[in-house]
């Protein structure tokens, strides 16, 4: 029988009505007693780390989630982590950065209903978390009402429904229903392999958690003032620039948001440039407004990954390379499924 280790930090599964609201309450041994029939699948043990709303939720939480795993790696067949919904998609990016060519399966899970209410959806999802997890395939990923998300693919796009989650720019790995996996059909022929996501299997896995978060997210709107830019270049190591459309930044004279962005890579900041659009990422050679960019030198695109996912990968490697050269490299690179990349 397969060993899992049930990792507890929070969240609304864990939860129960305080004086102010829902609050997390319930440890790892009070959750699984909801679902007693998960022990005939595996021999499942828990350890709750934090209790926290994942609001709350900071890098340090993650490195703890890390640690926790890479300590416990050899005892066990695969990992369970039970989180908040909120900060659910930043916590599965990071763990993938963290726990690096892991060989065992990390599912990240959590509910929109407390555990302990009526119609919650808790039971199903750590049950899903369960089954996926006895696969056997490597990885971090997200297991939320009945699919199975790539863990660089989660994007919660949705703030009550139970389908709170989406995968963004990819396929959902698999689905599961009345206890039956079924996997997508491009993710079918590489079922119990490292294909899904890109792990190649001759690297070692390494816990490497070191970050640096020293990272803004700007947003553009009509209007934004430009002086923006010279409190990011003052006070942060990396920019993400939420653009319009493919990649559109305003040039025009007297407004010429463009020119604030090339200050910053002069500063020697890493500067990533993505979309406000979810799905489909930029292109930068487009438009005029986003050819100017493009020919910036060491301006940094990443095709289609979302923002959650490229916050966490930007801490990443500000956190493990001096070089701006090695930062936009291993931005640029696609790794463990998180960007597409067209071929030219």
Known sequence: MKKIHFITTGGTIASSEGEKGLEPTFNDEELLSYIPEISELCDISGEPIMNIDSTNMRPEGVKKIAQTIYHNYEKYDGFIVTHGTDTMGYTSALLTYMLSNIKKPVIVTGS?????????????????????????????????????????????????????????????????????????????????????????????????TELCTDVFLLR???????????????????????????????????????????ELIGAGLAVVITTQCMEEGINLDVYEVGRDLAEANNIITVADMNTETIIAKLMWALGNFSDLNDVKCFMETAMFGDMNIEEE
């Open 112 to 208: 929109q209903v407390a555990i302990g209410q009526p119609y919650t959806d808790a039971k199903k999802n750590i049950s899903d978390a369960v089954r996926f997890a006895l696969e056997q395939v490597p990885g971090i990923f997200v297991a939320f009402d009945g699919r199975i998300i790539n863990g660089t693919r989660a994007v919660k796009i949705r703030s009550k429904s139970m389908n709170a989650f989406e995968s963004i720019n990819m396929p959902y790995v698999a689905y599961i229903k009345l206890g039956k996996i079924t996997y997508d059909r491009d993710s079918k022929e590489h079922r119990n392999k490292y294909e899904i996501m890109n792990i190649n299997p001759s690297k070692p896995f390494r816990l490497e």
């Open 220 to 262: 553009l709107y009509p209007g934004i003032d430009p002086t923006i830019f010279d409190f990011i270049k003052e006070n942060y190591k990396g920019v993400i620039i939420e653009s319009y459309g493919v990649g559109g930044i305003p040039n025009l004279d007297g407004y010429n948001i463009i020119e604030k962005v090339k």
